[in-house]
């Protein structure tokens, strides 16, 4: 079982910078992929950036490649995405997701959700 709890939103004006930080419980933190979603009102949840334990491999989507940073920190079973750049379309509650095994941009790979954070982004 591990717990996400996910911390960092806020509001910020086009061209700032945010950093979202998830906390994770349970013992095995470094055996997960670890994810970042995100959900704007009216639209599917979307995926941001992943982290897999293994090389690290990372990916992210092609709208935030060069603005956001994914990293985890093992020793202290935390997952951060590093937000520059923003802009008011990246406005949305934000999810961080972990997954056993190797993860995956799908929303269905992932077993568990954190609460979400909110980060909006004034024009």
């Known amino acids: 079982q591990v717990q996400l709890v996910e911390s960092g939103g806020g509001l910020v004006q086009a061209g700032g910078s945010l950093r979202l930080s998830c906390a994770a419980s349970?013992?095995?933190?470094?055996?997960?992929?670890m994810a970042w979603f995100r959900q704007a009102p009216g639209k599917e949840r979307e995926f941001v950036a992943a982290i897999i334990w293994s090389g690290p491999r990372i990916y992210y989507a092609d709208s935030v490649k060069g603005r956001f940073t994914i990293a985890r920190d093992n020793t202290e079973n935390t997952v951060y995405l590093q937000m520059n750049s923003l802009k008011p379309e990246d406005t949305a509650v934000y999810y961080c997701?972990?997954?056993?095994?190797?993860?995956?941009?799908?929303?269905?790979?992932?077993?568990?959700w954190g609460q979400g954070t909110q980060v909006t982004v004034s024009s």
């Open positions: 997701a972990a997954a056993l095994g190797s993860g995956s941009q799908s929303t269905s790979t992932y077993d568990y």
């Open positions: 349970g013992r095995t933190f470094s055996s997960y992929a």
